[in-house]
């Protein structure tokens, strides 16, 4: 006999009823239980979720007012004007929406986007954390034995979450209307911190809806985040093509940004027409969102989603076969998305240099950082900043390749290395081919900034840096990161405790170079740092024997760290 | 020949001594059970043999090489298990399987799929999302589908159910029919006693006694309590009964004179003399008869009782 589906479950609940007297009471047993099971997420996420909410707040309010003391006269306006209009800034920010740019306009497209984006990024780890992660962690299981019901969870989980939202738009906006800016009227900033609550809550809603679908909480944070890049860069696409009415395109462009939460928050045209459409479209999408979410989550079981996870190989392929190729296999996804965010990263530098004079004359912080001395005109501006943001780039590239040798150290942290080395393995071996992969990371980094940066160069320039000279550049660095691999193979080597050590001396670095000639801190606070210490190219001459010495060095680190390690106890 | 050795092996971590010098000596062809105590020292002895850290003091060899600075040559030839497995959560089992075999010098690829199937192992699923048995099972298969001359066990069946143990069981017979040796640290007594030619028991970083299990069986006494509507008189007095306690008073008066008439009683049994007391037992209408094994604590309470 086939038992309907429906008929289960209402002779089920007619039991729980029949249990627990009249219909009414059962109803208010289940929604106490609910306030009960949101009082405990509360209690859960007594630190995490102030935290959260403060970071929030901070972000999408301080910066208000500041903004008339950080851009003075009316021609610093008019030339920022100019300088955000350009299309790396909207892909990055966002359009400009009004005749007159005010501060109001200003905030709207400095903060907006980056606001709604930390709001989702919080809604995304909230959800997660209070439905799948709770079912893995079997915290749920104890929760679903009390008469609460399939849905209390979820319900409990968008409540708070909705919560939540709400308190972020109302404080947010009424501290930005309490701020008075000229500009930024009451309305607007109401509607700018309703614009991130209903961005934070749409992002609520999808990832319950992952969440139901995907095969683990580790697969729900993927994908949720996977789609906030994901909706993030369709924004960039409809808004660069919004602006560009030069490209005809047969479809207009700009239903990109439209199908994104972050267009659709932007198209309320904050401080200017005030438009609230946007926000009430992006709210019914949420409720009909959660509410198959709530009907999936009715239909599948605790503790799976609707898709089961995808299966691994049964066999190795002929490629997993020692030491390194295993290396490679642990460090590839990461790689593969650092030269990614490195190409990126070039290119949107690389944009800079079309309005490079424009910078230079608005913006005291640009004359200071790259210095006057011998400059006249745009075209003397190119070589220091190429040679500025390249040694920035070199910095940034070495992230990721001393991470490539610490991988070593964290295998060993996590007691993956004593099975490992049970194997018929040189731990020489080992440790020299995570330094291979650097080594070819850290060329494959470079010559990804120089393409990077070129090609961008090369679309909005006049007259293009050639390639070669951002290929000379970005070499001139290389032993730079080269010594970086150095210390990290000698580090893992030889003091596994002190491996921090690489990323103090980055961050130092960073903060020399980004910093030192902002602060006016002496020349040879950045000439401690094996990046400072090499000239900077354009502008100053290539030194071989400087980069020769500093090659030498790195082998002879690589080599102590090489030796060392084949004598040291593993943890 | 003898397989694996150890001399005088001494480690420090500091201030703390994890090992106070153990003497090993394992033949060829042996399984060698290797049991103690939490922190005495097993995984310290066991580390240092698979050359992870190098002894403070002694020497350790296998297969008549150093185990430090030949480890990567002897490794060729031996397997091992963890009692933790620890893998890469996004790489699969069966890739762990392979990449383990191709590690090391032999191994059989039909055996291996066989000892999948045995385990029940499900090769397809990424490492993170096994359970910590199934992880064991990993490296089971990888350990014992490898053609290895040596194959050193931490607890390897510390995660799996019964079922699975028993099949641990039968791989380790294999490996000794096939003529491999193998190096079990367990705290598992039976398992031990099931399988092991000699054991060795090390306390606080040394062997306080090794030697093959009829050597050592004086030690293993099984805890008897038993339930007699016959008196019975004269079990004090039989070969091989210890500590005897009588659970009703009327019979612990006469307990002194040796003379037994009460109905329930507790006592330790050496192995050996089990038969003397069925035989005793035989016509005294036995109403309910319990016999534990000694746990590990025993036998050492045991062991020091015998000093
Ligand atoms: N890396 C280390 N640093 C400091 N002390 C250690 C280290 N490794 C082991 N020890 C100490 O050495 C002693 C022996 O530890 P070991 O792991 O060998 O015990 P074990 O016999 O395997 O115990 P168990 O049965 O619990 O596995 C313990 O007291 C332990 O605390
Ligand atoms: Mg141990």
């Known amino acids: 006999m086939v038992i309907p589906r429906a008929a289960t479950h209402n002779d089920y609940h007619h039991l729980r009823q029949a249990s627990s007297g009249s219909a009414l009471s059962a109803l208010r047993s289940s929604t106490h239980n609910i306030t009960r099971l949101m009082a405990f997420m509360l209690r859960c996420d007594r630190l995490w979720l102030p935290l959260w909410i403060l970071a929030c707040l ?10 008339p003391s950080m851009i003075g006269s009316a021609q610093d306006i008019a030339i920022l004007r100019e300088a955000m209009s350009n299309p790396a800034m909207v892909a990055m920010c966002g359009i400009i929406y009004g005749e007159s740019y005010t501060y109001g306009v200003m905030y709207a497209q400095f903060m907006l986007v980056f606001s709604a984006l930390l709001v989702a990024a919080m809604n995304i780890l909230f959800v997660v954390r209070h439905t799948r992660k709770d079912e893995e962690e079997g915290r749920l299981e104890m929760l679903v034995a ?20 709400l308190l972020i738009a109302l404080i947010s906006g009424t501290i930005i209307a309490a701020f008075g800016v000229e500009g930024m009227g009451a309305f607007g900033s109401l509607l700018f911190g309703a614009a991130l609550g209903v961005s934070g809550f749409i992002f609520a809603a999808i990832t319950a809806l992952i969440t139901q679908v995907a095969a683990s909480s580790r697969a729900t944070l993927g994908i949720a985040f996977a789609l906030l890049g994901a909706t993030y860069l369709l924004r960039a696409v409809g808004d660069v093509a919004a602006g560009n009415v030069s490209v005809d395109a047969g479809v207009d462009a700009e239903l990109f940004a439209l199908i994104s939460p972050f267009g659709l928050i932007e198209r309320c045209h904050l401080f200017v027409d005030n438009h609230s459409w946007p926000l009430l479209v992006l709210f019914a999408a949420s409720l009909v969102l959660a509410a198959l979410a709530f009907i999936l989550n009715a239909w599948r079981d605790s503790g799976a989603g609707l898709i089961a996870p995808c299966a691994g190989r049964a066999h190795a392929s002929a490629l997993l076969r020692g030491p390194w190729s295993l290396a490679w296999r642990l460090v590839r996804g990461t790689l593969i998305a650092w030269v990614l965010i490195v190409f990126i990263i070039a290119v949107a530098y690389g944009s800079v240099f079309g309005d490079m004079s424009l910078f230079y004359e608005s913006n005291d912080l640009y004359r200071l950082m790259i210095g006057t001395a011998g400059v006249s005109g745009a075209a003397d501006l190119m070589d220091p900043v190429v040679a500025l943001l390249m040694l920035i780039m070199a910095v940034i590239s070495a992230v990721p390749v001393v991470l490539v040798v610490v991988r070593l150290k964290s295998e060993e942290k996590r007691k993956r290395l004593e099975l490992f080395y049970s194997g018929a393995v040189s731990r020489v071996y080992t440790l020299g081919g995570y330094a291979l992969i650097a080594l070819l990371l850290a060329f494959v980094l470079q010559l990804t900034t120089a393409l990077g940066m070129w090609a961008a160069a090369w679309m909005s320039m006049d007259n293009p840096i050639t390639l070669g000279l951002m ?44 910093m030192g000639s902002l602060l006016g801190l002496p020349e040879w606070t950045t000439k401690l740092t094996p990046f400072g210490i090499l000239p900077r190219y354009p502008v100053d001459d290539f030194e071989p024997t400087l980069a020769g010495v500093l090659c030498i060095v790195a082998i002879a680190l690589a080599a102590i760290g090489l030796v060392a390690y084949r004598r040291r106890d593993l943890e | 020949m003898s397989v694996l050795e150890t001399v005088g092996l001494t480690k420090r971590f500091g201030k703390a001594q994890a090992l106070a010098g153990v003497d090993l000596s394992m033949e060829t062809g042996e399984i060698y059970g290797f049991i103690g105590p939490n922190g005495a020292g097993k995984s310290t002895t066991i580390r240092v043999l698979l050359g992870i850290i190098r002894a403070s003091r002694g020497v350790a060899r296998i297969f008549g090489k150093d185990a430090w600075s030949d480890a990567v040559q002897i490794h060729e030839r031996i397997a091992y298990v963890p009692g933790d497995v620890n893998l890469w959560n996004n790489l699969s089992g069966g890739e762990v399987i392979d990449l383990f075999l191709r590690l090391r010098k032999g191994h059989d690829r039909h055996y291996r799929n066989e000892l999948i199937e045995r385990f029940d192992l499900d090769p397809t699923k990424k490492c993170g999302t096994y359970s910590k048995g199934n992880r064991q099972k990993v490296a089971l298969v990888a350990a014992f589908s490898a053609d290895a001359d040596l194959y050193i066990l931490d607890e390897p069946t510390s995660g799996l159910d019964p079922l699975m143990e028993l099949i641990f069981r039968q791989c380790v017979a294999e490996a000794k029919a096939a003529g491999a040796s193998v190096f079990l640290s367990s705290h598992i007594l039976s398992e031990v006693e099931h399988l092991c030619d000699r054991i060795s028991i090390i306390r606080q970083g040394r062997i306080i006694d090794s030697g093959s299990l009829a050597e050592m069986r004086h030690l293993t006494r099984n805890k008897v309590t038993l339930e007699a509507a016959a008196p019975l008189d004269g079990l004090a007095l039989l070969p091989g009964v210890h500590d005897l306690v009588m659970t009703n008073e009327a019979a612990a008066n006469t307990a002194g004179r040796g003379a037994t008439t009460g109905n329930t009683v507790s006592f330790s049994l050496d192995n050996t003399q089990t038969s003397a007391l069925l035989a005793f037992l035989a016509d005294r209408d036995v109403r309910h008869f319990v016999s534990t094994p000694p746990t590990l604590e025993e036998l050492f309470m045991s062991h020091y009782e015998g000093r």
Do not use: E, H, R
């Not at chain 1, 972000?59 to 007012?65: D, E, G, I, S």
């Not at chain 1, 009390?146 to 939202?165: D, E, I, Q, R």
């Open chain 1, 58 to 67: 901070m972000l999408a309010t301080v910066f208000a007012p500041m903004l």
């Open chain 1, 146 to 165: 009390l008469p609460v019901g399939k849905n209390a969870n979820l319900l409990a989980t968008l409540t708070l979450s909705f919560a939540g939202n």
């Open chain 1, 471 to 514: 290929l000379k550049t970005a070499l001139n660095y290389l032993p730079a990161v080269l010594f970086m691999v150095g210390l990290a193979v000698f580090l893992v080597g030889a003091l596994p405790q002190a491996t921090v050590l690489t990323w103090l001396l980055l961050a130092y670095t960073f903060f020399a170079v980004y």
